[in-house]
């Protein structure tokens, strides 16, 4: 599957745009703040419904308008379909794949597959436990709706499960009614579970080929789940932390405190290892997203790169670049050194000024 084209209507700082993507390499280049990740943005929403930062639909308008479209134009085995995505201020937005309206925002899902690579997401190992955790959700939804589904109404009890532990304090009566949530929340995290475990077990075996050749062959890599609650015993340790729970005014059991552990030689590098290991296998773990994607959907996904060249020094670069392979790619940077100093080929060069983008055809190096 290749992204075609995009067009915009009064979404963030472009009043029109339209955009057309090689399938190969497209690069948008420019200075800071004038629409680069705009554009990543608005593709992530074409593929999940979602912007990739949580911005809710109303700042994503155009500044003083009511509502925004999107459009984006995708080909898959010699077949164009078309993505409508109309942004209002204030009720839900309206999806339609070839001018058919979707029921749902979620049956979009699986149309497009993204894998979006940040700066931030060089931080993954070194940060904390919700990161990781992201990570894994934000490619389990795009991979599985039934995921999604779980994730979401797990999401949906735990936030009023934890109203009610409040509650309870004021009204202890109200603790009878917890069971009615508990089982609830044990249905849909053990679905949670079983897939994050899985999961990693799928990232765990690309991983450890990316990140031996990454660390020039001296380096071992281990993906481990490390859930929060044990799968078997999932109900009975919610149970038995009531008390707990009931003092701490929250839910202190379960998938929504889950984390996933990296090993390299057997040392946990997220407490203990230097900051180039983290970001070797960081950079490791985006490689194997794609890999993964691809395996799992049959399919090639799109990648977005923000920003994240000028992060990497030139051997990463380099790698990275060499990855990418079939992948239709899209990236964003200020300048174009980068792939002139890696001889790397572009195959389309746009430069974004406030809002506007311009296609180049000059040589690069002249830019
Ligand atoms: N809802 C919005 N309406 C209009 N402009 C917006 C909106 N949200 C963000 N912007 C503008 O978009 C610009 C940032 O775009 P961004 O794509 O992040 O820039 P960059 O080129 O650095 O990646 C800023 O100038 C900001 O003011
Ligand atoms: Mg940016």
Redesign the pocket.
């Known amino acids: 599957m290749i992204i075609k084209s995009l067009e915009l209507t009064d979404y ?2 472009y009043d029109e745009l339209s955009i057309s993507f090689d399938e190969g390499t497209t690069v948008l280049f ?10 990543l ?1 608005a593709l992530y929403l074409s593929a999940t419904t979602k912007s990739h930062k949580g911005t809710k639909d109303r ?5 003083g ?1 009511n509502e925004s479209h999107i459009r984006t134009y995708i080909e898959k085995e010699g077949i164009e379909t078309k993505i409508d995505m109309h942004l209002r201020a204030d009720r839900s937005k309206v999806i339609a794949v070839d001018e058919t309206k979707l029921k749902k925002a979620a049956e979009l899902l699986g149309i497009i597959n993204i894998v979006f690579f940040s700066p931030e997401d060089l931080s993954i190992i070194k940060n904390g436990p919700a990161e990781r955790r992201r990570f894994a959700d934000m490619e389990l939804c795009q991979l599985d709706k039934f995921y999604l589904y779980n994730l979401n109404n797990y999401n949906k009890i735990i936030s009023q499960r934890n109203k009610l532990l409040k509650d309870i304090s004021l009204e202890p009566g109200l603790r009878e009614t917890l069971s009615i949530w508990d089982t609830q929340l044990v249905s849909y995290g053990s679905k949670i579970m079983e897939r994050r475990k899985a999961f990693a077990d799928q990232i765990g075996d690309i991983i450890r080929i990316y990140h031996e050749k990454l660390s020039g062959g001296k380096e071992k890599i281990e993906v481990r789940y490390e859930p929060n609650a044990d799968l078997d015993n999932y109900a009975d340790q919610l149970a038995s932390s009531r008390q707990k729970d009931i003092s701490a005014k929250m839910t202190t059991v379960g998938p929504h405190r889950d984390d996933f552990s990296f090993e390299v030689n057997g040392i946990d590098i997220r407490k203990f290892g230097s900051q180039g290991q983290q970001r070797t296998a960081a950079l490791s773990l985006k490689l194997s997203e794609i890999e993964l994607v691809k395996k799992l959907t049959n399919d090639t996904p799109v990648l977005l790169l ?2 994240v060249l000028s992060e990497l020094d030139s051997s990463r670069q380099n790698y990275l670049l060499d990855c990418i392979g079939d992948v239709q790619t899209v990236i ?1 940077c200020t300048g174009l050194d980068d792939f002139v100093k890696n001889n790397f080929k572009i195959n389309r060069t746009y430069q ?1 000024t ?2 506007k983008a311009d296609l180049k055809t000059e040589d690069l190096c002249q830019i």
């Not at 420019?30 to 554009?39: R, Y």
């Not at 700042?59 to 500044?63: A, E, Q, V, Y």
């Open positions: 963030r700082n420019g200075d800071n703040a004038q629409g680069k990740t705009n554009i943005e700042d994503i308008i155009g500044f308008k923000d920003d964003t974004i406030n809002g």
